[in-house]
T-cell receptor
Framework: DQQVKQNSPSLSVQEGRISILNCDYTNSMFDYFLWYKKYPAEGPTFLISISSIKDKNEDGRFTVFLNKSAKHLSLHIVPSQPGDSAVYFC?????????????FGPGTSLSVIP | DVKVTQSSRYLVKRTGEKVFLECVQDMDHENMFWYRQDPGLGLRLIYFSYDVKMKEKGDIPEGYSVSREKKERFSLILESASTNQTSMYLC?????????????FGEGSRLTVL
């Protein structure tokens, strides 16, 4: 049973427009939610995160929104650029004593069309 | 910059062979992880370690073992490779105690088992 879900396997957006990537989760005990970006033949890189006690975090063109009551978060990219074309993984983290258990969604492939 | 290095980018092995995947990180991270990435399934945790000689099973440990003899090095071992272990393997590391869920990934090792 997937605890972190990304229901859209792919998304295409015109350059300059907004990209909205969605993520749903089932476990209300998560402490942090994160987005990772992955280019082909490279490892994922951390993009942005949000604490479970916040509802919005912004970093440049990237904003993550968290709706705890709906167990839903979204990543907004404005404006979208061709270099944003990648697979985006939503992840949720639960704090343990010595480590954080991080669970990933299946990913959404974003294509930004010039 | 944090550097996580995986020894082999691409491997082709035959069914029944023993496979070693090596991972080294240079930032003195306590925690190290092995994930596999498969289309539609995201990243799934195989094993992790929060200290030298310590190891814990992740969500899909069957068919795998690990070794952590030094803090900077974490090895994944497939004792007898099978075709269903064809996948992208990703090593990651993190600071213990930060509890933000942020992981630093290597570039991945693409394993094909024939």
């Amino acid at each position: 049973d997937q605890q972190v879900k990304q229901n859209s396997p792919s998304l295409s957006v015109q350059e300059g427009r907004i990209s909205i990537l969605n993520c749903d989760y089932t476990n209300s005990m998560f402490d942090y939610f994160l987005w990772y970006k992955k280019y082909p033949a490279e490892g994922p890189t951390f993009l942005i995160s949000i604490s479970s006690i916040k509802d919005k975090n912004e970093d440049g063109r990237f904003t993550v929104f968290l709706n705890k009551s709906a167990k839903h978060l979204s990543l907004h990219i404005v404006p979208s650029q061709p270099g944003d074309s990648a697979v985006y993984f939503c992840a949720a983290s639960r704090m343990k004593t010595s480590y954080d258990k991080v669970i990933f969604g299946p990913g959404t492939s974003l294509s930004v069309i010039p | 910059d944090v550097k996580v290095t995986q020894s082999s980018r691409y491997l082709v092995k035959r069914t029944g062979e023993k496979v070693f995947l090596e991972c080294v990180q240079d930032m003195d991270h306590e925690n190290m992880f092995w994930y596999r990435q498969d289309p539609g399934l995201g990243l799934r945790l195989i094993y992790f370690s929060y200290d030298v000689k310590m190891k814990e099973k992740g969500d899909i440990p069957e068919g795998y073992s690990v070794s952590r003899e030094k803090k900077e090095r974490f090895s994944l071992i497939l004792e007898s490779a099978s075709t269903n272990q064809t996948s992208m393997y990703l090593c990651a590391s993190s600071f213990q105690g930060r509890h933000t869920g942020e992981l630093f990934f290597g570039e991945g090792s693409r394993l094909t088992v024939l």
